[in-house]
DNA sequence: TTCGGGCTCATACTTTAGGGTGATTTTGGA
DNA sequence: TCCAAAATCACCCTAAAGTATGAGCCCGAA
């Protein structure tokens, strides 16, 4: 307990004792000079500039670190927030029902799902993702995810 | 140029001017108190604790500025940058070439087509696309493609 | 009311995807 | 060097997806 204390102000009790011994210094030299009474003019000169190089020196060590500058990207993950793009589906032509089935068929659900999700028949789901197909210029339900997404017509 | 010059130096040159003014204090204390001549230890001092003052400010002062912490918030909306989740494709012991099937199909590529593009036949990509299915616990190409895209393993 | 678009469903057919099994070759690391 | 995993390919079979065509129903706009 006591040496973490002395561990984590040794740089101010190290400035203490310098500075306690330089006021020592200082009443020697005065002591000593006093004698050769003529040399005030210098020797004040030298305790001045010594004092300010020490408060120079003292303020650079003392204070704190410079401030890294740290270039923080933050990405924000946009967030669960999804507007879809309307001008691209009614561009599509796609409808409310074709829509639906885009919208399943990216979460990976076979058509056979889909048609239990709707309650409509499997042959109809077929009917509507064939013309999202048509309608989307694509081939493959894959294609009409990936595309759909680019769009931003789903999720 | 004279004037840019003394623009640019303004500050140093104030300095020294303020410094040349203590010096003439300092002089003109020195003659004054040089009646009470009783006085050193006090003059001394004072004289000590003001430079180191001095000293002090001026360090504080002429201390390149703080740099200053650029908060930079970048938030990247979705940006195009996408940082593949290696964790996550260990964690589901996808290889290399797994990886890149599941890949070429969430562009939308059929396996035929996917074949192709590696220069393998059609059975090495079905094969690839087993294991993938397999170690990804999904029964779909479609949903292979979603989850991948959840756990970052693709774009 | 007529007409068109959207939604539904069906049948028939082709293509693609996926499952299961087995085999050979490459390759990276102990 | 030797092994395990990865990568490659083949065959067979089923399931699912996709194509093509036709048809009935409903609703809103012309």
Redesign the pocket.
């Known amino acids: 307990m006591a040496s973490n204390l002395l561990a984590k102000n040794k740089h101010t009790i190290l400035y203490a004792v310098a500075l306690a011994l330089l006021l020592f210094l200082l009443k020697w030299l005065e002591l000593k000079l006093i004698i050769v009474d003529n040399a005030y003019e210098i020797y004040m000169g030298a305790i001045a500039v010594f004092f300010t190089v020490l408060g120079i020196w003292l303020a650079l060590k003392l204070t704190k670190p410079k401030t890294v500058v740290v270039e923080k990207q933050v990405y924000v993950n946009n967030g669960p927030k999804f507007i879809i793009n309307q001008t691209e589906v009614e561009k599509l032509?796609l409808?409310?029902?074709?829509l639906d089935v885009l919208q399943l068929?990216a979460e990976g659900?076979?058509?056979?799902e889909i048609?239990e999700r709707?309650f409509?028949?499997?042959?109809?789901i077929?009917?509507?993702?064939?013309k999202v197909?048509?309608k989307m210029e694509v081939?493959?339900?894959?294609q009409a995810v990936e595309m759909g997404k680019r769009l931003s017509i789903i999720p």
């Open positions: 032509g409808s409310k029902r074709e068929m659900l076979s058509n056979q048609s709707l409509v028949s499997l042959n109809t077929k009917t509507h993702s064939a197909f048509e081939k493959r339900r894959t």
